[in-house]
T-cell receptor, first 113, second 111 residues
Framework: NAGVTQTPKFQVLKTGQSMTLQCAQDMNHEYMSWYRQDPGMGLRLIHYSVGAGITDQGEVPNGYNVSRSTTEDFPLRLLSAAPSQTSVYFC????????????FGQGTRLTVV | GENVEQHPSTLSVQEGDSAVIKCTYSDSASNYFPWYKQELGKGPQLIIDIRSNVGEKKDQRIAVTLNKTAKHFSLHITETQPEDSAVYFCATPGTGNQFYFGTGTSLTVIP
């Protein structure tokens, strides 16, 4: 049982480049979300999805896009990377309004130079 | 949206002592209060949660208490061990489907 698989683990981008962070879950959860973690700021919600075909913005959505074509996959796209997007990104499956446990991926450490 | 404040940001305790981390929240409609533990290089993991119909919940050495009137909830770790060293996050749902996390507490247990 893989749980939440998040790739890549590390990434360095140049300013202006684009990339996609992948997230897949095998727990059949409707709710999935993306967070960024910065020192002293905890986990901040970027985007979330309550099911296939449905996505919505969180606290800090600017510069990021998401899509949810299947229940299993919830990729996060950086359209034009900026140094302010240097952070650790976590995908989570479960939780949300159902007030149940959220399962997190291992994280992606992204550096934008 | 919800405003979750977590204190302290860092905490050092001697092995065997107790540790307490406190969170306050603003939305009186919040009804679910989990605590997550994040070890170095890993994603957060749920360690205990409480719902608003109870005031306290225990699981071996960890407990969570909830005061809905004052809008705060706390994590208590007794008989701390070196493996308890980690970053701990409180969380609570806001309106709609969003989930809000505190800013984290870095706990160090000194052997």
């Amino acid at each position: 049982n893989a749980g939440v698989t998040q790739t890549p683990k590390f990434q360095v981008l140049k300013t202006g480049q684009s990339m996609t962070l992948q997230c897949a879950q095998d727990m059949n959860h409707e709710y999935m979300s993306w967070y960024r973690q910065d020192p002293g700021m905890g986990l901040r919600l970027i985007h979330y999805s309550v099911g296939a075909g449905i996505t919505d913005q969180g606290e800090v959505p600017n510069g990021y896009n998401v899509s949810r074509s299947t229940t299993e996959d919830f990729p996060l796209r950086l359209l034009s990377a900026a140094p302010s997007q240097t952070s650790v990104y976590f995908c989570a499956s479960g939780g949300g309004a159902r007030n149940t446990e959220a399962f997190f991926g291992q994280g992606t450490r992204l550096t934008v130079v | 949206g919800e405003n979750v404040e977590q204190h302290p940001s860092t905490l050092s305790v001697q092995e065997g002592d107790s540790a307490v981390i406190k969170c306050t929240y603003s939305d009186s409609a919040s009804n679910y209060f989990p605590w997550y533990k994040q070890e170095l290089g890993k994603g957060p993991q749920l360690i205990i949660d409480i719902r608003s119909n109870v005031g306290e919940k225990k699981d071996q050495r960890i407990a969570v208490t909830l005061n809905k009137t004052a809008k705060h909830f706390s994590l208590h770790i007794t008989e701390t061990q070196p493996e308890d060293s980690a970053v701990y996050f409180c969380a609570t749902p806001g309106t709609g489907n969003q989930f809000y996390f505190g800013t984290g507490t870095s706990l160090t247990v000194i052997p």
